[in-house]
């Protein structure tokens, strides 16, 4: 393996992109990313309750925050990908940080002009700037070290993303929610001049965790601008070696294209990667929502807490299945967590009483791992590694679920009236991808041979 010239920083660039060793005060830097795009995800849930109540929203239009938020995830993926091979993963990394300020600054005159579009248009501007953040650090987390490695550093980056989650919907409950008690019981009697008053001073309070948020983003930019970073990409000497063609490390996006459009396999984890991206927002979208249907005494501050527990099962589900993706079939243990999930929703749409509320909760724990399992069993699919770095932006792509399945399932509440059965939704969502895991495992059995599981 050749080496590029050694630096004065303590690690070697090898030329296939990673390094001799990890540098570990730059992989922590990177790391630290990952919760920050969790904290921003878990906010909306909060902001979805907020809004509905101070814009007299259905169900159907509240789901527009999140359909803001991952537009903006769809749109970017590529031209970020583009930009990570044409400048450099800190280039990325520090434009991500700049549009999440931006987004973020934008909250200030967004809760002054006091329309829901402005706020939208925040979101959005904070979604460019998380699609920049998770091509890039994705990536680059398992590229900061030696190849053999590489899936154990990615993995400890992304262990941070739901203590993220927890962090945002803990500034949402304190700093929001705070003691205003029941928003829509304290609105629901407000008429003229008055409500329109007291709903701009509700949107005031939106402001409070986005201050801290700026805070942390800044001190964040300005070390990525100080500190030294590797750029941990490939040379032509490592195609070379391989007896590849230089030029073909590099192929077009429209090569790439033609490639990954007949490539069925890809295609169909792609679709399956939408479906999941669509199930996990319905589900942390509606929650807080169905605990106060189903619960008219308690208040929106402690309505938040499900949310608390939703990402700390979450959390758990990823540490359990991680044992028994260990020593089992990865497919297979995903193929049971999807059923118990899919349970889980029936509970939470056809029990009547808040047994559905911890039905939900539930739910997240069988969410564990399946976002970077279906990511990975994906880029599997991609034999012709030259268009690994594209693929891998198409599947950030879907998270565009996120944006569609929420509205559908708003659409449900509203012409059913009735909150607790649209989580049909994502019960339908979880059976598709039960049945997609337990597909691949059946395929895993009869193909031993072609399965390059993680």
Known sequence: ?????????????LSDGYLSKTPIFQFILVSLIFPLWGAAASLNDILIT????????????????????????????IPASLIIKKMSYKFAIMTGLIFYILGCAMFFPASRVATYSMFLV????????????????????????????????????????????????????????GSVGNLADKMANMHGAARIAYGEKMLQLTLRPYKYILIVLLVMLIIFALVPMPRAKATAAAAEEEGAIAEEERP??????KYLWHNTGFKKGVFTQFIYAGLQTTVWSFTIRLALNLNHSITDSA?????IYSYIAWF???????????????????????????????????VPNMTAVYA???????????????????????????YTETAGAIIVMALIGGAVFPAVQGLVSDMTGSMQFSFIVPALLFLYITVYFYMEYRFEKKHPELMQEH
């Open 50 to 77: 907020q809004f509905k109540t101070v814009f007299q929203l259905n169900d159907a239009s509240t789901a527009f925050v999140q359909s803001a938020f991952y537009g903006g995830y769809f749109l970017i993926a």
């Open 316 to 350: 758990v589900g990823k540490l359990v299945a991680n044992v028994f993706m260990s020593r089992f079939s990865i497919t297979g243990t995903l193929s049971v967590y999807s059923l118990l999930g899919v349970v889980s929703l029936v509970i939470a749409f056809t």
């Open 252 to 257: 077009s996006l429209g090569e790439t294209i």
């Open 1 to 13: 393996m050749q080496q590029t010239a050694q630096k004065h920083h303590g690690w070697t660039q």
């Open 303 to 307: 309505a938040s807490t499900f949310m």
């Open 360 to 386: 939900a909760i539930m739910t997240s724990f069988f969410f564990g791992p399946e976002w970077p399992t279906i990511y990975t069993h994906t880029l599997d699919q991609v034999h012709e590694k030259k």
């Open 122 to 177: 925040a979101i959005f501007a904070i979604a460019i700037g998380l699609s920049f953040l998770e091509t890039s650090c994705d990536t680059y987390s398992s590229m900061l070290g030696p190849k053999q490695f590489a899936t154990l550093r990615l993995n400890f980056s992304q262990t941070l993303v739901p203590l993220g989650d927890i962090t945002g919907i803990l500034l949402g409950k304190y700093l929001i929610f």
